[in-house]
């Protein structure tokens, strides 16, 4: 079983909508847990970190349930440039471990 | 604040070639520096990290190497490049326990 999974998409929505994007781990140890989002031929940049309370960060929600080992973001009001590729990460000990990411195409 | 430099930007070597890419960062000591690979559309493979100077460890047995120099160095070789070595090299640094990882640009290495 892979350290983190995701549905690698692509999810194609109209500006304005909503969509979520769902991330399982496996490592029940793991600490703590990011959003990345990353365009084409870029780095990878931080979206936001995942609390245990849930976060909110403007139109972008983070949760996460341990129990599960789940890991969630939600993006309202989608906009154009939400297009991109998001990346769950869970961090195990000194290494952090990379979804392959799900895809979001924002169509006009 | 805390930057990260990585160069070059793109690299075009041919097979059996050598190679050294290098990553520095500014505004911190002693981070957790790491190098990834991607391949195109792919996911982040992680191919060396470092938690001090001169402390290497590698999840993926292969041709590369790394090494640490100094304690913001982080530098990515091969004796001989492979076709198989191409891909999008990132570096990486993270300052703290149960920080985030920050990215640099990037290197886009091709092999002919």
């Known amino acids: 079983r892979k350290e983190v999974e995701q549905d690698p998409g692509p999810f194609n929505v109209p500006e304005g909508a909503t969509v979520a994007f769902n991330c399982t781990y496996s490592?029940?140890?793991?600490?703590?847990f990011f959003w990345y989002r990353q365009d084409c031929r870029k780095e990878p940049k931080l979206l936001m970190s995942v609390y245990s309370s849930g976060n909110e960060d403007g139109r972008f929600t983070a949760q996460l349930n341990r129990a599960s080992q789940y890991i969630s973001l939600l993006i309202r009001d989608s906009k154009l440039s939400d297009s991109a590729t998001y990346l769950c990460v869970v961090l195990s000990g000194y290494a952090l471990n990379f979804g392959k990411g799900t895809s979001l195409l924002v169509t006009p | 604040s805390q930057t990260i430099h990585q160069w070059p930007a793109t690299l075009v070597q041919p097979v059996g070639s050598p190679l050294s890419l290098e990553c520095t960062v500014e505004?911190?000591?002693?981070?957790?520096l790491y190098w990834y690979r991607q391949a195109a559309g792919r996911g982040l493979q992680l191919l060396f990290y470092s938690v001090g100077i001169g402390q290497i460890s590698s999840e993926v047995p292969q041709n590369l190497s790394a090494s640490r120099p100094q304690d913001r160095q982080f530098i990515l070789s091969s004796k001989k490049l492979l076709l198989s070595d191409s891909g999008f090299y990132l570096c990486a640094w993270r300052d703290g326990y149960n920080q985030p990882q920050h990215f640099g640009d990037g290197t886009r290495l091709s092999i002919l």
């Open positions: 490592n029940s140890a793991s600490q703590s």
């Open positions: 505004g911190t000591s002693n981070p957790n």
